[in-house]
């Protein structure tokens, strides 16, 4: 091998490494919307009744694969753990939360029973939407909705509030930047 041919495929799996991890890519996680009303996991029975049972102990938080879980940084909130979309989504299979939970805040469902237990409410925001505001075929929401709350009327979201459970793969998989074109907020 040339030093030209070693160098040349040293800057082409260079390239490769960082196109890979997506270092160099235009996409960035979404923002994060102000929520009206804080989200808790699933088998929390509300944000009252969370607060109530919970010690702050944080091993749901460290637990959680998605990275959904995270500290409060709301004061009167703090140490509570509330949930977030922007690196990941609550996934109805998992219940890690619920596993590792020493104080009962957090009860464990099954997945049937997770898929009925809605933790928040999805709201579409027409500004933010690029389906309806650069008129481009956008379907990410509708195809990871687990519940399958959302469908698209004329290329655009429309949402089943009957459906939905606030699990935020609309908002975290939704493309609209800063801000997604879906939010969730507690219930």
């Known amino acids: ?4 041919g070693f160098l040349g495929g040293g800057v082409a799996l260079a390239a490769a490494q960082v196109f890979a991890n997506g270092e160099d890519s235009s996409i960035s996680n979404p923002g994060i919307p102000q929520r009206s009303m804080p989200i808790v996991p699933a088998g ?3 944000f009252s009744v969370f607060r109530a049972k919970c010690i702050g102990c944080q091993l749901c938080v460290k637990a959680c694969p998605e990275k959904v879980l995270r500290l409060s940084d709301r004061l009167g909130r703090f140490p509570l753990p509330v949930i977030g979309f922007e690196h990941g989504y609550c996934r109805p299979a998992c ?3 619920a596993d590792v939970c020493p104080a009962g805040a957090i009860v464990k469902l099954s997945e049937e029973e997770k898929l ?3 933790i928040g409410r999805a709201s579409w925001h027409r500004e933010r939407c690029v389906a309806a505001r650069e008129n481009v075929r956008c ?4 195809r990871h909705c687990p519940t ?3 469908a698209l009327v004329d290329g655009v979201p429309v949402l089943d509030s009957a459906k939905c459970i606030g699990c935020g793969a609309c908002e975290n998989l939704c493309p609209a930047r800063p801000l997604p074109a879906i939010t969730i907020d507690g219930i």
């Open 148 to 150: 399958k709350a959302i």
């Open 44 to 46: 929390a029975g509300g």
């Open 95 to 97: 219940t890690r939360c």
């Open 139 to 142: 379907t990410a929401c509708e």
């Open 116 to 118: 009925r237990t809605p």
């Open 1 to 4: 091998m040339t030093r030209r």
